[in-house]
């Protein structure tokens, strides 16, 4: 099917052929009439992609001071290569959506039939998964064209929402683009006196039409003194601000026409420098406006459809999206004069270079024929690479290609030789990226192909920690060969499932395909000189581990138990793994002390070892960004090494050894991935025993649900 992507390296807009996506539970697949473009954010965007390395840092300052702070702890390359990887990946464009459900996975009554005409936040594709509570039934009295303004109508209608006007009200729309002329015409209809601001004199015109009284600042037109008049000298009730600058001219202006203890709110895109004086004697009350309304960002909202009480939320994304609707069905919002231009999909291109250019614009539809976006799940690879592997080499198949994956899992096995097979995503975007980037044969997002396909022997897991349990049951039980980047499973019934199916195969005198974990610390280069230093000593050791984990928001999937298990399941497993393997003994006992947060995620592990070592993992999320995030110390007979983030290993006492220094951070994910593909390819066995990768993970599912 076809799907517009941006590259946000290079500014290029594409039209891309993408394999249909899959539709999950609580989801619908639509196939696509129109969709609307959105040209404020589209724009920005657009211009954000072509803008250059200094345009870019000066528009995302925040994200500067991040980089700068990796290149302090985990080195210039390292950084370079994760900036570029996140600018690589294509975004999909688009979030105002109108089809028909061609299948569905809803939740009980509240599924949508097949047939039915729907509204979403999909993309500009041709088919699009979308959640049930992103998406509204449009009437049968509005039109394709019509619904299609239903999301961008969300937006202007939570605007006003927060800004709580009364019949009889002065407010003010600063910004007359298409969230703007919307906003006019919701705020009439609820019998507000509207004054609008541009200085685009077609937008002025076209907002006189809808009711407006119209204010053009490039003629000389003082806005504060319109503003005063038109309220009768009062100042006017409220002001919601639609438009796009990076001035902060628009907020003072809204503060001078406001009247005492008037409201602002913020829908388009300003600078923030507030004054206080300017809010401090009118009591002025700001506020910023969150997209289609209450439910937006919220993962159990929109994820997990998880809907809002009606008595206590009475105004939802879902149902923001209805009340548009409605509005458009009695001739109260009438969308049609904002239609400027319309492209089919096959034409995008064009529509945007209309969005980047200086033709005048305002409505952009792009039309898709109605038997057009087929259902394929593969899309075969166009993009040949040049070839690494040998005839004898390992055919790896990627579940999955998130940022961890497409930044250092596929490049580790690509420089492992291998030869890559298929790649797996629920979107399929991500896997026509790294089609192109890594060479796979195809792109699917159909997981079930790799389990039948006979050329695949070794299975990447690499998905939301919520599956892994799964598809390496799945991969195993088809004798595929398994990499899964940790955790193994969630649960111990998961853990214990893989367990019995190796006893069995034990059992039954079977051979049995390679288990593999991601516990890549112990293939680090200095964590092996370590191991090795270790190896001639036999007193018992010491170890503590630090983590500067850094915090994640509580709504984060990773901290979710259900998905992500939480981070001592997803991350702080590596490091039980990593004493596991220096102290070359089994753990025989640990304690668990958690400071009280809201993500229980700043702990204390200590670890006791079968021949009386011991150690302590000390896993925080209440640090600063600018500290290293691991460093790891061992005390043994009057000696101590220290490695500081995998980059300085310094020895204190060793005979023969001071420091072993690299130029770039190695955690070891290359070593591993090298490691695996060589045990595959000589048939022998996993690099990581399966008894230690199920002590560790059994270990670490104990630990999180103490």
């Known amino acids: 099917m076809k799907q517009i992507l941006q590259n946000m390296r290079t500014g290029v807009t594409e039209i891309a052929e993408v394999p249909c996506p899959a539709v999950q539970r609580g989801y619908s697949l639509i196939r696509t009439s129109r969709t609307l473009i959105s040209a404020g954010t589209e724009r920005m965007l657009v211009e954000f992609g072509k803008a250059g390395w200094v345009e870019k840092a000066r528009q995302q300052p925040d994200k500067v001071r991040m980089v700068l702070d990796k290149i302090k702890t985990d080195g210039l390359m390292p950084t370079v290569d994760a900036v570029f990887n996140k600018l690589d990946q294509p975004l999909g464009l688009g979030y105002s959506n109108v089809g028909k459900v061609i299948?569905?996975?809803?939740?009980?009554?509240?599924?949508?039939?097949?047939?039915?005409?729907?509204?979403?936040?999909?993309?500009?594709?041709?088919?699009?998964?979308?959640?049930?509570?992103?998406?509204?039934?449009?009437?049968?009295?509005?039109?394709?064209?019509?619904?299609?303004?239903?999301?961008?109508?969300?937006?202007?209608?939570?605007?006003?929402?927060?800004?709580?006007?009364?019949?009889?009200?002065?407010?003010?729309?600063?910004?007359?683009?298409?969230?703007?002329?919307?906003a006019v015409q919701l705020l009439?209809?609820?019998?507000?006196?509207?004054?609008?601001?541009?200085?685009?004199?077609?937008?002025?015109?076209?907002?006189?039409?809808?009711?407006?009284?119209?204010?053009?600042?490039?003629?000389?037109?003082?806005?504060?003194?319109?503003?005063?008049?038109?309220?009768?000298?009062?100042?006017?009730?409220?002001?919601?601000?639609?438009?796009?600058?990076?001035?902060?001219?628009?907020?003072?202006?809204?503060?001078?026409?406001?009247?005492?203890?008037?409201?602002?709110?913020?829908?388009?895109?300003?600078?923030?420098?507030?004054?206080?004086?300017?809010?401090y004697e009118k009591e002025l009350t700001f506020q910023v406006s969150c997209s289609y309304g209450p439910g937006r960002y919220d993962p159990n909202y929109e994820e997990k459809g998880q809907d809002y009480p009606f008595g206590l939320v009475r105004w939802t994304e879902q149902r923001n999206f209805e009340a548009v609707m409605d509005m458009m069905a009695d001739g109260r919002l009438n969308v049609n004069p904002l239609i400027s231009h319309r492209f089919p999909i096959e034409e995008a291109e064009q529509a945007y270079q209309v969005v980047g250019g200086v033709e005048p614009s305002m409505g952009i539809l792009l039309e898709y024929s109605s038997g057009s976006g087929g259902q394929e799940s593969v899309v075969q690879g166009k993009w040949p690479m040049a070839k690494t592997s040998s005839p004898d080499s390992p055919v790896v198949s990627f579940i999955g290609a998130g940022n961890y994956a497409t930044s250092v899992l596929i490049p580790a096995?690509?420089?492992?030789?291998?030869?890559?097979?298929?790649?797996?995503?629920?979107?399929?975007?991500?896997?026509?990226?790294?089609?192109?980037?890594?060479?796979?044969?195809?792109?699917?997002?159909?997981?079930?192909?790799?389990?039948?396909?006979?050329?695949?022997?070794?299975?990447?897991?690499?998905?939301?920690?919520?599956?892994?349990?799964?598809?390496?049951?799945?991969?195993?039980?088809?004798?595929?060969?398994?990499?899964?980047?940790?955790?193994l499973a969630l649960t111990l019934e998961g853990l214990n499932e893989i367990e019995a199916f190796y006893s069995s195969r034990l059992t039954l005198c079977l051979s049995s395909p390679l288990l593999m974990l991601g516990f890549n610390r112990r293939f680090s280069p200095q964590v092996q000189k370590i191991r090795s230093l270790l190896s001639g000593v036999r007193e018992t050791k010491a170890f503590v581990m630090t983590v500067n984990a850094g915090a994640i928001p509580a709504g984060h999937w990773t901290q979710d138990r259900e998905v992500g298990g939480g981070r001592v399941i997803g991350e702080a497993c590596h490091f039980i793994d990593l004493l596991r393997f220096l102290a070359g003994s089994p753990i025989t006992g640990w304690h668990k002390t958690a400071m009280q947060t809201a993500t229980a995620d700043t702990v204390t592990i200590q670890l006791t070892f079968a021949d009386g070592s011991m150690g302590t993992v000390h896993y925080f999320a209440n640090g600063s960004k600018t500290f290293p995030k691991e460093r790891m110390e061992v005390f043994v007979g009057g000696r101590v090494l220290q490695l500081d983030n995998f980059r300085r290993l310094t020895g204190f006492g060793w005979p023969g050894f001071s420091k072993m220094n690299l130029w770039r951070q190695d955690k070891g994910q290359k070593a591993c991935a090298i490691a695996f593909a060589r045990a595959v390819r000589a048939g022998g066995t996993a690099p990581i025993p399966l008894e230690e990768i199920m002590e560790v993970s059994r270990i670490a599912i104990e630990v999180a649900q103490a």
């Open 188 to 279: 009439r209809a609820q019998g507000c006196r509207v004054l609008g601001i541009d200085f685009d004199p077609a937008r002025l015109s076209l907002a006189k039409i809808f009711g407006a009284e119209v204010v053009n600042p490039s003629q000389g037109e003082d806005p504060v003194a319109a503003a005063q008049l038109f309220s009768r000298g009062y100042g006017v009730d409220a002001v919601i601000i639609t438009a796009s600058t990076s001035s902060s001219e628009p907020v003072h202006q809204a503060a001078l026409m406001c009247r005492k203890r008037g409201r602002i709110v913020l829908v388009g895109v300003t600078g923030l420098e507030l004054s206080r004086a300017d809010f």
């Open 413 to 487: 096995f690509k420089e492992a030789g291998v030869r890559l097979r298929s790649v797996a995503c629920s979107a399929g975007v991500s896997g026509v990226y790294a089609v192109r980037k890594f060479g796979f044969e195809e792109a699917t997002t159909d997981p079930e192909r790799m389990f039948l396909d006979a050329a695949t022997n070794v299975i990447v897991v690499a998905t939301r920690h919520n599956s892994h349990a799964h598809f390496a049951m799945k991969a195993l039980e088809a004798g595929k060969h398994v990499f899964v980047e940790k955790p």
């Open 103 to 182: 299948s569905n996975q809803g939740l009980g009554d509240r599924s949508f039939k097949e047939g039915d005409r729907v509204v979403s936040n999909g993309k500009h594709a041709e088919v699009v998964s979308v959640p049930i509570n992103l998406c509204a039934k449009v009437p049968d009295s509005v039109s394709d064209d019509e619904a299609g303004f239903t999301v961008v109508g969300a937006i202007a209608l939570q605007g006003i929402r927060l800004a709580q006007p009364t019949l009889g009200e002065t407010v003010v729309v600063t910004g007359l683009g298409l969230i703007g002329q919307i």
